[in-house]
């Protein structure tokens, strides 16, 4: 497994734009399928957004499609999640993931699928 440790996250009013980084160490990401989940307060954990391996194909859930991007960078270990037009509804804990998968191409949506987990940096957009 890799270890995941996420910054960049904070209070924003609505319209703004947050730059969330996720910092991985133990293993070199290149064999990592890369995502990010979000979890509110008594909501169950969603999927936002992920990225294959080296980086060609991305997945987004339809409310932040436009606004937010994904994108990794190999070399620093490091994977982003740009987020654009922020909104109060994108309050929440959002969690950085990861998994091994033999295609490159692959880029699930499904948290069954990931077995690292970072601890995660608070979103809050106020209105």
């Known amino acids: 497994q890799v270890q995941l440790v996420e910054s960049g996250g904070g209070l924003v009013q609505a319209g703004g734009s947050l730059r969330l980084s996720c910092l991985a160490s133990?293993?070199?990401?290149?064999?990592?399928?890369m995502a990010w989940f979000r979890q509110a307060p008594g909501k169950e954990r969603e999927f936002v957004a992920a990225?294959?391996?080296?980086?060609?194909?991305?997945n987004y859930r339809d409310s932040v499609k436009g606004r937010f991007t994904i994108s990794r960078d190999n070399a620093k270990n490091t994977v982003y999640l740009q987020m654009n037009s922020l909104k109060p509804e994108d309050t929440a804990n959002y969690y950085c993931a990861a998994y091994s998968d033999p295609h490159y191409w692959s880029v699930s949506s499904s948290s069954h699928e990931y077995d690292s987990w970072g601890q995660g940096t608070q979103v809050t957009v106020s209105s």
């Open positions: 133990g293993r070199t990401l290149t064999i990592y399928t």
């Open positions: 990225i294959s391996r080296i980086g060609g194909n991305t």
